[in-house]
């Protein structure tokens, strides 16, 4: 058996233990505070805000200016950023101290994130309610919250450098990838600690762990899409450029040709249509496919769910880019888009929980959930 299963059925053994119900609740809540970290994320950077706080400071900044001499200091450092000399020359103290909000108010929800995550940790650990393959499991978590911090530090650095005036697309890509990584971690542990053995389905994994797969993808082009500001160029569909495929001349005019992936908008809002169309398709796919096997199934239900979040969120998606990214409308894609990964994380989770209990059906008869 592949160490990872092994480790994964450990931990399905783990919600027959006294208090799973309580560590599941717990994971859950974590995941919520994720999906708020991700919004007040995606208004930071609509708004601007990211580059208000000039200093990374894990303890200390947790405490905004108090004084009007405060204020004025942070201001002064703000002032000497290549942002603020090209695109907000002559803002006032009053506009500062707004998008300085969104930022602190994101940094300090990162570390209520922390707190929430170790402290009850070391409970559950200390009542022995977490222990084995599910304690390694979290520690894993919590080393990857550790790192997004890093991560979001120097991404906020890399827009800080002379002449910058946003973060870099690729960094911003992938502290919104890790963020939804932890975040389907979290659900992903938490669904494999439910009380109640899933029934088998008779069904194959693949099509659910491929779907999870290509939502990350989609997620990460997201990120790229966000940082390059793609959404507010050929803000028309479902042509670009008046073509379905526009042309090498618009996809492939950066040198190197490997850069049009991270730093041609034109490219980037392609290849982010091009998956969105792939997910869709696959979705539908598994939906029909598992209907006919096995229908009124549980896992029928899922990919039921699972389908119309995602054409949910194409549609949003459209509307997004038709109205060249509103603020209401990029950040309800963005927290859609983690409803998605999150049905898509479950559905692959019990999936294979399905499978894993599989038995062999009459022919002819339908599995049943």
């Known amino acids: 058996m592949p160490a990872w299963l092994a480790g994964r059925r450990s931990i399905d053994a783990a919600s027959a233990a006294p208090g799973a119900h309580a560590v599941r609740a717990w994971l859950y809540s974590l995941a919520v505070l994720v999906v708020l970290m991700v919004a007040v994320g995606g208004a930071t950077r609509l708004t601007g805000s990211g580059l208000s706080i000039t200093e990374w400071k894990p303890v200390t900044g947790a405490i905004p200016p108090l004084t009007d001499a405060g204020w004025a200091a942070e201001f002064e450092k703000y002032r000497a950023s290549s942002q603020y000399q090209n695109l907000n020359q002559g803002m006032s103290l009053a506009e500062f101290r707004f998008i300085y909000a969104w930022e602190w108010g ?192 549980a896992a029928a239900g899922r990919a039921t769910g699972l389908l119309a979040l995602t054409l949910a969120q194409a549609a949003l998606g459209v509307t997004t880019l038709l109205l060249a990214v509103p603020l209401w409308a990029g950040l309800a894609h963005q927290v859609l888009a983690m409803a998605v990964l999150t049905m898509a994380t479950v559905h692959a989770r019990l999936s294979l929980a399905e499978r894993d209990r599989r038995v062999p059906l009459p022919l002819g008869a339908p599995a049943t959930a």
């Open 106 to 297: 994101h940094r300090q929800l990162g570390r209520l994130i922390g707190l929430a995550f170790f402290l009850p940790l070391a409970w559950f650990w200390w009542r022995g309610r977490v222990s084995g393959s599910l304690a390694l499991a979290l520690l894993g978590v919590g080393a990857l919250g550790g790192l997004q911090a890093t991560i979001g530090w120097i991404m906020v650095a890399s827009g800080l450098k002379p002449g910058m005036v946003a973060v870099e697309p690729i960094k911003l890509a992938l502290h919104l990838t890790v963020a939804s990584v932890i975040l389907s971690l979290l659900v992903w542990i938490a669904t494999g600690l439910r009380g109640r053995r899933p029934l088998p389905a008779g069904l194959p994994a693949w099509p659910a762990v491929l779907l999870l797969g290509l939502v990350f993808l989609q997620i990460a082009l997201g990120g790229l899409v966000a940082g390059s500001r793609a959404g507010l160029t050929y803000n028309t569909w479902p042509l670009m450029d008046g073509r379905l495929v526009p042309g090498p001349e618009t996809l492939l005019v950066v040198r190197p040709w490997i850069e049009n992936f991270v730093d041609n908008p034109a490219l980037v809002q392609f290849n982010h249509r091009l998956v969105a169309y792939l997910v869709l398709a696959l979705a539908l796919w598994q939906v029909v496919a598992i209907r006919r096997q096995a229908p009124g199934s």
